[in-house]
């Protein structure tokens, strides 16, 4: 088996699944989204990301990377094609019953990393384990979205208030991690974020960003990706060293 293997739970027989979680390795699972990412971006972005992010952390940290859940809760993007939106309260349910068999045969440390920002979605992966913490108080569960490291980037790159849903560090890390999915001569001309509704609660929010994009696209390169990942994979690894260590996390 190729050492890239064995940080990946589909890859693993039930005996190294066992002995990993006997050995307190952490889980990490990620979750996507089946959503527009405007006319240059694959559907399975968000999904892509985040299984990229949690194997790249597990092969780093000594964990294991779960199989990716590809539906999210996506209502912001619900009216363009291609997207498909559950309920919260059937990814709620869906989640708490995954992370409670992984608890069953064995996971302790268990992180839940999101490539799709919706924050109805990270409610609902968080109101998914409260039970499970509730009722077990030693078990370690993080739940982090993709837009909790990335702060540092958007300023180095000039894109403080100005980044966005497949704007150019979504395009860029989409380069880095799988360029032939990227649709490069379809990047829509977006030099700025549009201004969109705070308040008013909208039937079709998309008539705000038509082209379905919400981020400036003027800095994309692979360059700007492979560093966003660096420091994303970086950074959850760290998080998840001070999770280990007793710090807040």
């Known amino acids: 088996m190729a050492s890239r293997d064995l940080f990946r739970v589909a890859h693993l027989t039930t005996t190294e699944f066992a002995e990993a979680m006997a050995a307190g390795r952490w889980l990490l699972l990620p979750f996507g989204a089946i959503e527009q990412h405007g006319p240059h971006l694959p559907l399975a972005t968000d999904l892509l990301e985040a ?14 990377a779960a199989p990716g859940q590809p539906y999210g809760v996506c209502r912001t993007m619900r009216h363009f094609p291609g997207t498909v939106s559950l309920s919260a309260e059937t990814l709620q349910a869906l989640v708490r ?7 069953r ?22 109101e998914a384990v409260l039970p499970l913490v509730e009722a077990d108080p030693t078990l370690i569960v993080l739940v982090v979205g993709p ?5 540092p980037i958007r300023q180095e790159a000039g894109l403080a208030g100005r980044d966005g849903h497949a704007g150019s560090i979504e395009t860029s890390t989409m380069l880095a991690a799988a360029e032939g999915l990227v649709r490069t001569d379809r ?3 977006v030099p700025d974020r549009p201004v969109l509704s705070r308040f008013r609660v909208l039937a079709h929010p998309e008539t705000e960003f038509p082209t379905g994009v919400r981020g ?7 360059e700007l990706g492979e560093r966003t990942l660096r420091h994303v994979v970086a950074e959850l ?12 996390a």
């Open 51 to 64: 299984e990229h992010v949690c194997a790249a952390v597990a092969e780093r940290i000594g964990g294991l």
């Open 97 to 103: 019953e995954v992370v409670a068999e992984y608890v």
């Open 105 to 126: 045969h064995g996971a302790r440390k268990l992180a839940l990393y999101s490539g799709h920002a919706e924050p109805a979605q990270l409610e609902a992966l968080r």
């Open 147 to 151: 837009y909790a490291f990335l702060e």
């Open 187 to 189: 990047i829509p001309a």
């Open 216 to 222: 400036d696209t003027s800095r994309v390169s692979r």
């Open 237 to 248: 690894a760290a998080l998840l060293a001070r999770a280990d260590g007793g710090a807040p």
